[in-house]
């Protein structure tokens, strides 16, 4: 019999191609030869999201790994849409056919299909072939935990989130306020949030979910997940917390600039300033920043992107000039370097002379952070960035709170940055001594849970048995 085959169906933001690659690439070491991987690429609506796509595909079609890419037919991008994760959902479904098609043809027997959480929409698929499907959640248990709850959060909040008394109960997590709720669930009139609740219940109707976390990270939201308190008393899919999952390459054989900069630096005394795929600032949001920054004293590195341009949804390389203040450049060169495009954050949290992150909250940023033991200080944007600053905070304790004044486009005042970078990083500061220890000890948490014998470890050797079995059923 042809080697039983997992398909991967990843949607086309890094944040979730590689993080779902990633993890679909430890199945297939776990399995020592008795699965193989097909991976289902569909063509990203933008060009620029393209690009990045076909990189990435064709690094890890170098690697010789028993990884099909499957390239599935283009679809027309829905053109009536009112919210990018509504724009996600909707895309996904439109490929449902093709997908179809695509395992239908597959020669090899299909152990488990295993989808982006924004493809719940496939489950139609899976069941009318009668295969085992499963959910790659590239987010925290506490994002997952929101979305299980959110179904009876809908029946029991009649108001906006924004207009209700009290705090939102996320099962497991300290009390919610409504303030930390994602964006999409913050407008009820948004198809965003109907797409939130409805992928909320269909979660339940997989067979498993695989969730980029280690079980101690986000103990008591896991376990309020496995008792059904957050579904009412129904029980939820069996969750695999394999994580963290970071694709993490050998260091370049040629360092980033903005990394030689820092092998300059004293240990632990530059603060980085990243904002993930999609974070921008304005000319009068950069002109807090760096008002900030220069008042804190300390040393920084500021990847910095200006808004996009016209017509297209990424962030733009930044403009220093029309961005930042006059002289600000030539004021803080002894101790600060601003980069106008992505810069490699991985290397630069792994480097010894980066001692804090003011992050967007991106959830693969903060298990990296967490991962090199970094402390943060949170300024969370868009998507689930506000619960998982949040979480971080409040539940994790392993960063410093900042003011983000979200009725204000998320807009952080200079003297408040000021603050929450000197509290993050002076030696003095009671918040930033707690962040810091907790930071370390999320380190050794993260790397003890992936080692041999840890909670992913073991999680993801139930996965694979799990799938296994089920692939050796005769029926398959
Ligand atoms: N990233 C990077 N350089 C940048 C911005 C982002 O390498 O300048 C990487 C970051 O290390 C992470 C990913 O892009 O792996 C962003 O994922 P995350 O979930 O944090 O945020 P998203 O981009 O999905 O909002």
Not at 3 to 8: D, G, I
Not at 116 to 138: G, H, K, P, Q, W
Not at 183 to 188: A, G, N, S, T
Request: net charge negative.
């Amino acid at each position: 019999m042809a080697t039983p085959t997992v398909v991967l169906l990843p949607v086309w933001g890094a944040g979730h191609l590689m993080s779902m690659l990633d993890a679909g690439k430890r199945l297939l070491a776990r399995s020592d030869g008795a699965l193989s991987l097909t991976v289902f690429v569909m063509q990203a609506p933008t060009e620029d999201n393209r690009t990045e796509v076909t990189g990435h595909i064709r690094r890890e079609e170098a690697s010789g790994l028993a990884i099909r890419f499957h390239h599935l037919p283009a679809v027309e991008s829905p053109t009536d849409v009112e919210g990018i994760e509504e724009f996600i959902s909707r895309f996904v479904q439109l490929h449902a056919d093709h997908v179809k098609a695509a395992i239908s043809a597959l020669t090899c027997p299909v152990a488990a299909f295993v989808v982006d959480l924004f493809c719940t929409t496939m489950l139609d698929v899976s069941r009318e072939l009668a295969v085992r499907s499963y959910v790659y959640f590239t987010a925290g248990a506490a994002t997952y935990a929101l979305f299980l709850r959110l179904p009876a959060l809908h029946e029991e909040v009649n108001v906006e989130f924004d207009e209700m008394e009290g705090m939102v109960d996320v099962p497991g997590l300290p009390p919610v306020p409504p303030s930390s709720l994602p964006l999409p669930v913050m407008d009820k009139k948004n198809p965003n949030y109907t797409w939130f609740v409805y992928h909320g219940r269909r979660f339940m109707d997989f067979d498993g979910v695989i969730i980029n976390t280690a079980a101690e990270l986000e103990d008591s939201v896991l376990a309020a997940i496995a008792d059904g308190r957050c579904t009412r008393g129904i029980p939820a899919p069996t969750v695999y917390p394999i994580g963290p999952v970071l694709s993490l390459s050998p260091p370049a054989e040629q360092p980033h600039e903005s990394v030689r900069w820092l092998d300059a630096q004293p240990p632990a005394s530059v603060v980085l300033l990243c904002f993930g795929s999609g974070g921008f600032f304005t000319a009068a949001q950069a002109h807090e920043v760096a008002h900030g920054l220069e008042r804190s004293g300390h040393r920084f590195l500021w990847v910095l992107r200006g808004p996009p341009a016209a017509g297209t949804r990424q962030p733009s390389d930044a403009n220093l000039g029309e961005l930042l203040p006059e002289g600000f450049l030539e004021r803080t060169k002894e101790k600060g370097l601003v980069w106008p495009t992505k810069a490699p954050q991985k290397e630069i949290l792994a480097h010894a002379a980066v001692g804090g992150f003011v992050t967007h909250c991106g959830w693969n940023s903060i298990l990296e952070s967490l991962w090199f033991g970094v402390p943060m200080v949170p300024w969370p944007l868009y998507a689930e960035q506000h619960l998982n600053a949040f979480t971080l905070v409040a539940y994790m304790g392993a960063a410093v709170a900042m003011k983000v004044d979200r009725k204000r486009n998320n807009f952080v005042e200079a003297s408040e940055l000021e603050r929450a970078v000197k509290a993050l990083m002076d030696g003095d500061s009671d918040d930033g001594r707690k962040a810091r220890g907790t930071a370390t000890e999320l380190k050794a948490v993260c790397r003890k849970a992936v080692e041999k014998g840890g909670s992913s470890y073991s999680a993801l050797g139930r996965l694979f048995e799990d799938i296994r079995n089920q692939a050796e059923r005769p029926n398959m």
